[in-house]
T-cell receptor, first 112, second 116 residues
Framework: QKEVEQDPGPLSVPEGAIVSLNCTYSNSAFQYFMWYRQYSRKGPELLMYTYSSGNKEDGRFTAQVDKSSKYISLFIRDSQPSDSATYLCAMSSLQGAQKLVFGQGTRLTINP | GAVVSQHPSWVICKSGTSVKIECRSLDFQATTMFWYRQFPKQSLMLMATSNEGSKATYEQGVEKDKFLINHASLTLSTLTVTSAHPEDSSFYIC????????????FGSGTQLSVL
């Protein structure tokens, strides 16, 4: 079993829809949770960073962490074609983004 | 924002040759840099962690003699793939951890290596 499971998709939704991306994990030591966006053949870009359980909102993006269920989510509101990318969840038991364990990534396409 | 420059963005080489990939933090100092490998439609797999001025720490299964990592300064780390073979063809990505921005890991744009 992988430490971090993420549905690779692909996921295709119409413009303006609410997108929900999810990851599950097995290591209860994970405390730091991140979502990255990666465009094709580019390095990942940090979107959201969350410590422990709870919600965090930044513009159209909301990250949720449920440690009791070992489940994290990223919601994208009012999705735009420019949001089309691969979204990677990542997590670590260590502060400072050390030793990140990544999910496989979900390929998302927003259709105009 | 913090910028990490990775060069080259793509390289094609013959089997048996060595290839060097550079990773530079342009506007911040990076005490720690990480090297990842990514196969198509797969996630990033951490290969090694390098700290400035000390030997790199390699993940299990990564050959340290094949993937030479040097982190000679706070702004530069290099990965050299020695005696490259076709199975080494992959997308290599570096990332750097800022001394002052502890939460964030900044990624380079990646290097696509193709070994013929």
């Amino acid at each position: 079993q992988k430490e971090v499971e993420q549905d690779p998709g692909p996921l295709s939704v119409p413009e303006g829809a609410i997108v929900s991306l999810n990851c599950t994990y097995s290591n209860s030591a994970f405390q730091y949770f991140m979502w990255y966006r990666q465009y094709s053949r580019k390095g990942p870009e940090l979107l959201m960073y969350t410590y422990s359980s709870g919600n965090k909102e930044d513009g159209r993006f909301t990250a949720q962490v449920d440690k009791s269920s070992k489940y994290i989510s990223l919601f994208i509101r009012d999705s735009q074609p420019s949001d089309s990318a691969t979204y990677l969840c990542a997590m670590s038991s260590l502060q400072g983004a050390q030793k990140l364990v990544f999910g496989q990534g979900t390929r998302l396409t927003i259709n105009p | 924002g913090a910028v990490v420059s990775q060069h080259p963005s793509w390289v094609i080489c013959k089997s048996g040759t060595s290839v060097k990939i550079e990773c530079r933090s342009l506007d911040f100092q990076a005490t720690t840099m990480f090297w990842y490998r990514q196969f198509p439609k797969q996630s990033l797999m951490l290969m090694a962690t390098s700290n400035e001025g000390s030997k790199a720490t390699y993940e299990q299964g990564v050959e340290k003699d094949k993937f030479l990592i040097n982190h000679a300064s706070l702004t530069l780390s290099t990965l050299t793939v020695t005696s490259a073979h076709p199975e080494d063809s992959s997308f290599y990505i570096c990332s750097a951890k800022s001394v002052t921005i502890n939460e964030k890991l900044f990624f380079g744009s990646g290097t696509q290596l193709s070994v013929l």
